[in-house]
């Protein structure tokens, strides 16, 4: 087969829309100092483009659920600019679909960011599985973890880090037994200040935040990006 830089993974559909996953940069590495050159798999809204989907507050509701920094409040994630541009290609048809069987090919060797835009846990817990299973390592990160029980919440937790923002919602994910990764402007107790930002080490060669590992910290991060002053606020 031939190999291309993006692909459709999976449609399916959250609280009535469709959501589309899509594997971008295969080929190419990606510009992102922070994450390092990692396939990024984005989780968006099929019918809505990202911008409006955040200005509407759908995004919410479907692939942000569980989020406090969505519809505006503080994501790090500017919808307008790679969002929107995977968006528009994947309208426009211009991503195959990509089948299981042919997962190797693609991911072989390769660091995989599972929600470099929405909740990973989207992804069938399956596909998951299957493109874990052949890469090099990944990052993930969720925040629909009280909406999705304790028990699924748990399952992706072996792959992805729950994510939390304030004292409650990081306290009860430990009480649920998850493995977090938290952002707010107070370190909690117990946990490891994300490499990056403590030492510049980019998440394709940290690897922290492979979901559960009963012998490594929780993560903390600093609320960053344009929009930190709300996120500082949502994470209260």
Known sequence: ?????????????ENGERVAIIATGIKRPTANRKTGNMVQIWIILADQNPVAAVQSGLDANT???????SS??????????APLAVWKTYKAGKYPRLEPMDYEKVFKGKKVRFGAYGNPTLIPLA???AIAKVSSGWTGYFHNWRELGQAKAKAYNAYFMASTE???????ANTQGLRVFHANVKQPENTVECLSDSHGISCADCQLCQGWNKRAK????????????KAIKASK
Not at 72 to 81: D, F, K, L, M
Not at 223 to 228: A, C, D, I, Q
Request: charge should be neutral; hydrophobic fraction near 35%.
């Open 1 to 13: 087969m031939k190999i291309e830089n993006g692909y459709l993974l999976h449609e399916t559909i």
């Open 63 to 69: 692939i942000c659920q569980g989020c406090p920094f």
């Open 72 to 81: 505006g409040n503080g994501c790090y994630v500017n919808a307008g600019q």
């Open 127 to 129: 596909m998951v599985k």
């Open 166 to 172: 304030s004292e409650t919602s990081f306290d009860l």
């Open 218 to 229: 929780n993560v903390w991060i600093n609320p960053h990006g344009s929009r930190v002053k």
